[in-house]
Antibody, heavy 118, light 108 residues
Framework: QMQLVQSGAEVKKPGASVKVSCKAS????????IHWVRQAPGQGLEWMGW????????NYAQKFQGRVTMTRDTSISTAYMEFNRLRFDDTAVYYC???????????WGQGTLVTVSS | SYELTQPPSVSVSPGQTATITCAGD??????AYWYQEKPGQAPILVMY???KRPSGIPERFSGSSSGTTVTLTISGVQAEDEADYYC???????????FGGGTKLTVL
C-alpha cells in the first residue's frame, strides 16, 4: 500500500529553521519525484519545488530559492524539506507529494503544520 | 512568473452540472491536472492529462481542453463534491509546477 507519512507539527520562532520529513512506502522511492507544496491558512496550494530521489537533483520555485533545501536518504526512503529564516507568513501546512516525470501528484502525505510564532 | 486563473467560486444545486475553468498560456502546450481538496484533508487527483480520470474517481467527473483554457466538469453534482478544486500544470520549460488559485465549489 502506497503511503507518504510526514513528521509531526512544529512551532518555530521567526528566523528559525524547520526540517520536515516524508517517509515513503509501498513503492520504489527512487522511481518518482517528491514535491513539496504548502498551503497557508485560508489560501491556495503553492508549489515549493521537487527533488529527484534517484539523482538528488532539485528544482526550487524562484520564490523560495535561498531559503529551502530538499534532500533525501534513499536508505530509509525518506525525503526532507528544510526551510530557513522562517517568517510569520510561512505559517502553513506543508505537504509532500509523489509524481512521475509529468509532475502531477497521485499520492500526497498527510501534511505537516508549521506555525511560526513569537 | 507564470499564472493559472480560476474563478474563486462556483455554486450549483444537487443534480446540476458544475463547470470550473482554468486559463493560462502554457495550457496550449502543457497538460492540465485537477485536484479536489476538502477541509482538513490532503488534495486528491481527480483528472490528469486534461481528460483522464484516475482509478476510483466517479464517472461524473470529466475534463476538456481548448486552446489556453481547460475545464473540469462535474455532471450530476452530489453534496460530497463540495470542495476546493485546483488546476495545475508545468511551466513552459516543463520543469516547474504551477497551481491555479483554486475554486470553491458550493453545492446549494
Amino acid at each position: 500500500q502506497m503511503q507518504l507519512v510526514q513528521s509531526g507539527a512544529e512551532v518555530k520562532k521567526p528566523g528559525a529553521s524547520v526540517k520536515v520529513s516524508c517517509k515513503a512506502s509501498g513503492y520504489t522511492f527512487t522511481g518518482y519525484y517528491i514535491h513539496w507544496v504548502r498551503q497557508a491558512p485560508g489560501q491556495g496550494l503553492e508549489w515549493m519545488g521537487w527533488i529527484n530521489p534517484n539523482s538528488g537533483g532539485t528544482n526550487y520555485a524562484q520564490k523560495f530559492q535561498g531559503r529551502v533545501t530538499m534532500t533525501r536518504d534513499t536508505s530509509i526512503s525518506t525525503a526532507y524539506m528544510e526551510f530557513n529564516r522562517l517568517r510569520f507568513d510561512d505559517t502553513a501546512v506543508y505537504y509532500c507529494a509523489r509524481s512521475g516525470i509529468e509532475y502531477y501528484s497521485d499520492y500526497w502525505g498527510q501534511g505537516t503544520l508549521v506555525t511560526v510564532s513569537s | 512568473s507564470y499564472e493559472l486563473t480560476q474563478p474563486p467560486s462556483v455554486s450549483v444545486s444537487p443534480g446540476q452540472t458544475a463547470t470550473i475553468t482554468c486559463a493560462g498560456d502554457a495550457l496550449s502546450k502543457q497538460y492540465a491536472y485537477w485536484y479536489q481538496e476538502k477541509p482538513g484533508q490532503a488534495p486528491i487527483l481527480v483528472m490528469y492529462k486534461d481528460n483522464k480520470r484516475p482509478s476510483g474517481i466517479p464517472e461524473r467527473f470529466s475534463g476538456s481542453s481548448s486552446g489556453t483554457t481547460v475545464t473540469l466538469t462535474i455532471s450530476g453534482v452530489q453534496a460530497e463534491d463540495e470542495a476546493d478544486y485546483y488546476c495545475q500544470t508545468a511551466d513552459r520549460s516543463g520543469s516547474a509546477v504551477v497551481f491555479g488559485g483554486g475554486t470553491k465549489l458550493t453545492v446549494l
